[in-house]
């Protein structure tokens, strides 16, 4: 007697075959990066320009730079606003600047950051290599002795790994701005209050672990976004697909990774004590 097929199990092979073809594309990018390194040095400087400051309608605004700080900007002034609204109902709103340093550093800015790289860099990447792709220009770029990973993919992997330190540096400092402007200027805090709350529970290890992690997942994120775009297909409508799988699964990456970078670094406990 043969036992009927579980319908319900039939996408577990297409699901693990699409995870092997995936790793298998992020080992071929991430040893294509030497060569790129070597041979692709100006179309890297291109790269990082276009990523930094964007083009046509995303200049207007400073390219991911601004999206970013921007961003940041809002969720920095929503902690301040909430922080101090919600300490000082149990009367210690004058923590607010040691919320801005701690909440700020390990979960929004990285988090926000990460969102702005794939909202902007990632998807506009996933949706360039779809575009040539389809118009076979990978095919052409084969054809004539171009190693299409280390030109397309490596390139942007380098560019979004540069890239993410300012990009990251503004949307901290902007964060912190936005936090402070709101605390003092709109809340009415002492700033002398505000400011040694915030530089004694500063921590500089915890800055250095946000740089770490924004650099993750930057590779994450131009990792995703690559094989996406690299292996469109479907026409057009198969570009704005890839580019709508792509944000999705870089979002999920962003969040993922910070889990597992809070866990492994602050663990359970937080590493933190208040006191005094």
């Known amino acids: 007697m043969t036992l009927p097929r579980l319908r319900v199990f039939r996408w577990v092979p ?21 060569n790129a390194v070597r041979l692709y040095r100006r179309e890297t400087a291109r790269l990082v320009a276009e990523m930094a400051f964007g083009t046509g309608g995303l200049l207007v605004v400073g390219g991911t730079v601004g999206v970013s700080a921007l961003l940041t900007l809002a969720s920095g002034g929503v902690i301040a606003v909430q922080g101090y609204s919600s300490l000082g109902d149990i009367g210690i709103e004058a923590l607010t600047g040691f919320l801005s340093a701690f909440i700020n550093i390990r979960i929004v800015a990285p988090v926000i950051a990460g969102i702005a790289l794939a909202a902007t860099i990632g998807a506009g990447t996933t949706a360039q290599l779809g575009a040539m792709r389809i118009a076979e220009e990978i095919d052409a770029l084969e054809v004539m002795a171009v190693r299409s990973l280390s030109y397309l993919v490596a390139t942007r992997m380098i560019a979004g790994f540069i890239v993410i330190v300012p990009i990251y540096s503004v949307a901290t400092l902007a964060s912190f701005f936005s936090a402070r402007f709101i605390t003092i200027y709109l809340s009415g805090q002492s700033r002398g209050l505000y400011d040694h709350y915030f530089n004694t529970f500063l921590i500089p290890v915890d800055l250095l672990w946000s740089f770490v992690q924004a650099i993750v997942m930057s590779i994450a994120v131009m990792l995703v976004h690559t094989y996406y775009g690299y292996n469109a297909k479907g026409g057009p409508i198969g570009v704005g697909v890839a580019t709508g799988d792509a944000v999705r699964t870089s979002l999920i990456v962003v969040v993922v990774i910070t889990l597992f970078i809070s866990l492994s670094v602050y663990g359970t406990s937080g590493k933190f004590t208040l006191s005094g």
């Open 14 to 34: 297409n699901m693990i075959d699409s995870f092997g073809e995936q790793a298998f594309f992020y080992g071929r990018s991430l040893q294509s990066i030497p």
